[in-house]
């Protein structure tokens, strides 16, 4: 098994003997690209991330792969492996630290000398030496590797805060450590002053209090309740992520087997690469979901918010989602973001999918989506589910001092959505989308929606959004239609829901008891969701 150090300067390792790689640091970015990607990539894509065009890249990416083969393949084993359209490590034959660490922060198993090799592995700076500053596309996929290696840090750190039987000092130190990558994470700002109260040395917990309120006046926000400990000492303690009420009873239970994801990619006309993921297996009836706004494939799969409910629908069918271009796991380099671009990436999926004919699940704006392509292709939509849907864009329905607002939201969108270190913008945003989420699940919204998508993106998107329009496309729809709104809906409201069931031929609507546009995963009109799902795709 060849091993591959990606965090630090990357590294390659054969029977304990580090083996020399080239001189050249695009080479080494290649090697690093294909490591933690694990997937076979397109010769045409590699050259677009690496090459300038008035180079040869076709050229180049054939001399970087000579200069990577004697390492790679030493030992008489060919790890590296391409044909004339895309090129592979062989999963089977390589092993490559940054998933080790990804399945070790995601797991439930791991015991805490693990959690903690782990942590010390991820705590280097990812592929150190293999930044490319002239190459757009692959530095803003190397960040977006370097974010997800935090979210590692912050899941294993976690874990170790509130592990049960660790020492109040040991406590204490892996919650510094997890405020060091999630400085307004209100559990582990918690964490860290109670750990040193159950010490006694409650002259320092008053004292990191004054620190870490300091920090949250500076960036807007609400510090946390110091006034009760999150969790009496030497008691059982929060597992990793924010744990909720357990679910209803139509849900799984937690220790339910977890499904299996397929994340793949599919290249569309204008060269945008999307990401789409397949859960379930093949033999179950298909449910397909639109793409809609802050979505990620990997990271939606372990969210604490709607993960469960994801998870629950794929236990029932061969459940395929895909991240919209722009966002998530697809290009976020892309020359168009549009009502019709998201329109052809629907069926471009769905086409990559196999599927020729499946029922069709459209959230927020991915309803419209969903209303356009049911009403282009009525022979190949079974059945029309739209939960928290909208027609039209606030360019069409808004009043000028709406509109002057709406403006508004744009310029702060474009100032205020990438900071790190300043998250008040992206917390007004998650409250309107989840206004009964708790604090915990705000605070990981708010990173959530940085790692979805860039400033400029986010702009783009919501600038589509606002001129969206399938109003006269409703009463062409001709499958059967169920429509989902949640009646305290603070983002969409449910008359919005209520005209669309109207104006669709014999559609069907079921109203939630929630105040949110997005559903929380514990809530209980999460499991309300999925029966009246399983009950209109069943009749």
């Known amino acids: 098994m060849l091993l591959i150090d990606t965090f630090g300067p990357i590294k390659v390792h054969l029977d304990g003997e580090e083996l020399a790689l080239p001189a050249s640091r695009k080479t080494r970015a290649l090697l690093g690209y294909l490591a933690l990607t694990g997937t076979p990539q397109r010769r045409d894509r590699l050259c677009e991330l690496f090459w300038e065009i008035p180079d040869d890249p076709r050229a180049a990416l054939r001399w970087s792969l000579s200069k990577l083969r004697p390492a790679v393949n030493a030992g008489e084993k060919m790890r590296l492996t391409s044909d004339r359209e895309r090129i592979e490590l062989d999963p089977a034959l390589v092993r490559v630290d940054f998933h080790q660490v990804r399945q070790c922060a995601n797991g439930n198993e791991a015991h805490v000398s693990e959690l903690e090799r782990n942590w010390e592995r991820a705590n280097h700076l990812l592929l150190e030496d293999c930044e490319l500053p002239n190459q757009p596309d692959y530095t803003a996929w190397l960040a977006q590797q370097r974010d997800e290696a935090t979210r590692f840090r912050v899941r294993m750190a976690r874990r170790l805060a509130t592990f049960p039987k660790l020492e109040p000092e040991e406590s204490e130190r892996w919650a510094e450590r997890w405020l060091m990558d999630a400085p307004f994470d209100a559990l582990a700002a918690q964490y860290a002053v109670a750990s040193r109260r159950w010490m006694g040395r409650e002259k320092e917990a008053l004292a990191r209090i004054e620190e870490l309120e300091q920090d949250y006046r500076a960036a807007g926000l609400q510090p946390p309740d110091w006034s009760t400990d999150p969790v009496p000492p030497r008691t059982p303690a929060p597992q990793p992520g924010i744990r909720a009420p357990a679910p209803a009873p139509t849900m799984a239970p937690a220790n339910a087997a977890t499904p299996r994801q397929a994340v793949r990619f599919v290249q569309a006309s204008d060269a945008t690469t999307l990401a789409w993921a397949a859960v379930g297996t093949p033999d179950k009836p298909p449910l397909v979901k639109a793409a809609n706004w802050l979505s990620h494939l990997e990271l939606d799969w372990e969210a604490p918010i709607w993960s469960p409910l994801f998870r629950e629908l794929a236990r029932s069918y061969h459940f395929i989602r895909y991240d919209e271009r722009g966002c998530g796991l697809s290009d976020w380099d892309v020359p ?204």
């Not at 403006?407 to 100032?415: C, R």
């Open 336 to 539: 168009e973001i549009s009502f019709d671009t998201f329109v052809s990436d629907l069926e471009l999926v769905v086409d990559a999918a196999g599927l020729e004919r499946f029922p069709l699940l459209g959230i927020s704006q991915g309803a419209a989506v969903s209303i356009e392509y049911a009403a282009r292709h009525p022979d190949r939509v079974s059945k029309l589910i739209l939960f928290g849907g909208y027609t039209a864009g606030w360019r069409h329905t808004a009043t000028p001092e709406e509109a002057k607002e709406r403006e508004a939201v744009m310029v702060l969108t474009e100032t205020g959505w990438g900071r790190a270190n300043n998250p008040s913008y992206r917390h007004f945003f998650s409250q309107t989308f989840m206004p009964d989420a708790t604090p915990e699940e705000l605070a990981w919204f708010d990173e959530f929606q940085r790692h979805t998508a860039s400033s400029e993106n986010a702009v783009r998107f919501l600038e589509a959004f606002a001129t969206l329009d399938v109003r006269d496309r409703l009463a062409k729809v001709q499958c059967p239609t169920l429509v989902i709104h949640c009646r305290g809906d603070q983002r969409i409201p449910m008359a919005s829901g209520r005209a669309i069931a109207a104006q669709i031929p014999n559609a069907e609507f079921v109203g939630l008891e929630s105040n949110n546009h997005l559903l929380l995963g514990r809530e209980p009109a999460s499991a309300r969701f999925v029966d009246a799902v399983r009950r209109f795709l069943a009749d």
